[in-house]
C-alpha cells in the first residue's frame, strides 16, 4: 500500500493519457515512399472534386477538374491566354487548374476556409501549377483594400455564401470587366415546395445597397455546419438573391452584357445557373 507521504510518480498516473497522445502524434507520420495520393489522403473523405482523368488520383466525385461551366465561360471571353485573372473561391482549384491550362498569365485565388485553402496547395503540388498564387483571407475585405484590376474575374459558387451579396458584385465591378459567376439564387416557389429546403430559409428582407434596392433571403447551414469538409460561408448564415436582382444588381454597376447557361431549377441544392457578364466595351461575343 502506498504511503500517503509517498511521492507520487505523475508519470504513472498519466501512463494511459500520455500514451494516447503519444500515439495521436504518431498518426500525422506516414512511412510510405512519397506519392501524390499521400497528399491528398491527408483531406480523405472531405474531397468534393474528382481529378482530371490524366491522372490517377481519388478524391471526390464532381468533375471540378473539367467543368463545362468555366469551359464555356473561358470561350466566352474568348479565351484566357495571357490575361490576369482573379479567382475566390478555388475550393480545391479545379477551376484554378484550368484556368492555368487555357494559358492565363497569373491567376491570384482566394479562398477563406482553411481546410480547402491547404487542399488548394496540395493540387498546386500535385498538378504543379506554376501561374496560381493562393491567398488565405476574405474575398470581400481583399476587393475593399485591393485597387488593382484583373482581366477576368471567377466566382464560381460563392455568391449564394456571402452576408451581402450586392457587395460582393459592386466590388467585382471594380475589379473586373468580365466575370464568370455560377450561383444558387432564390425561388420562393420551388424553395418552399421542398421539404429539405424550406426550413433553412426562415426570413427575408428588403434593403438598398449603394442606390440598388434588392430583397436579401436568409438561408441558414444548421447540420451542414456538423460537416468537416463544410465549405460553405464564414457565418451560420447567408443571404440569397432572387435571379431577378442579381440579373439587375449586375447590370446596376454596369456589367450589362449577360450571357446564361447551365440553368437548373431542380438542383438539389436549390435553383441556380451559371452566367458570364461584361462590360459593353469588352464584350468578346
Not at 36 to 51: C, R, V, Y
Not at 251 to 268: M, S, V
Amino acid at each position: 500500500m502506498r504511503s500517503p507521504f509517498q511521492k507520487i510518480d505523475l508519470l504513472e498516473l498519466n501512463a494511459p493519457l500520455a500514451k494516447q497522445k503519444f500515439m495521436e502524434v504518431l498518426d500525422n507520420y506516414i512511412k510510405s515512399a512519397p506519392n501524390s495520393q499521400n497528399a491528398l489522403d491527408i483531406f480523405k473523405g472531405e474531397w468534393a472534386s474528382m481529378f482530371p482523368g490524366s491522372v490517377s488520383l481519388a478524391a471526390g466525385t464532381v468533375p471540378l477538374f473539367e467543368d463545362n461551366r468555366v469551359a464555356w465561360a473561358i470561350e466566352k471571353f474568348n479565351g484566357v491566354h495571357s490575361k490576369h485573372i482573379v479567382e475566390f473561391g478555388p475550393l480545391e482549384a479545379g477551376h484554378t487548374y484550368m484556368l492555368e491550362k487555357h494559358g492565363a498569365a497569373s491567376i491570384i485565388a482566394i479562398e477563406a476556409n482553411s481546410r480547402a485553402y491547404l487542399k488548394c496547395l496540395i493540387v498546386k503540388e500535385v498538378m504543379e501549377l506554376q501561374k496560381a498564387h493562393f491567398l488565405y483571407g476574405d474575398c470581400v475585405e481583399y476587393l475593399r483594400t485591393s485597387p488593382r484590376k484583373f482581366d477576368v474575374c471567377l466566382a464560381s459558387g460563392i455568391l449564394y455564401h456571402m452576408a451581402n451579396p450586392v457587395e460582393l458584385i459592386s466590388l467585382i465591378a471594380k475589379a473586373s470587366d468580365q466575370v464568370f459567376i455560377w450561383t444558387h439564387y432564390y425561388d420562393g416557389d420551388i424553395i418552399h415546395n421542398q421539404p429539405h429546403l424550406s426550413p433553412k430559409f426562415p426570413a427575408q428582407v428588403a434593403t438598398e445597397y449603394e442606390g440598388f434596392k434588392h430583397t436579401l433571403y436568409r438561408q441558414e447551414y444548421q447540420i451542414a455546419l456538423d460537416y468537416a469538409g463544410f465549405c460553405g460561408g464564414s457565418s451560420a448564415f447567408s443571404h440569397w438573391l432572387s435571379r431577378e436582382d442579381i440579373l439587375s444588381c449586375l447590370k446596376y454597376f454596369g456589367l450589362t452584357e449577360i450571357q446564361i447557361n447551365f440553368d437548373q431549377l431542380d438542383h438539389a441544392n436549390g435553383p441556380c445557373f451559371a452566367l458570364v457578364a461584361m462590360r459593353p466595351a469588352t464584350s468578346g461575343s
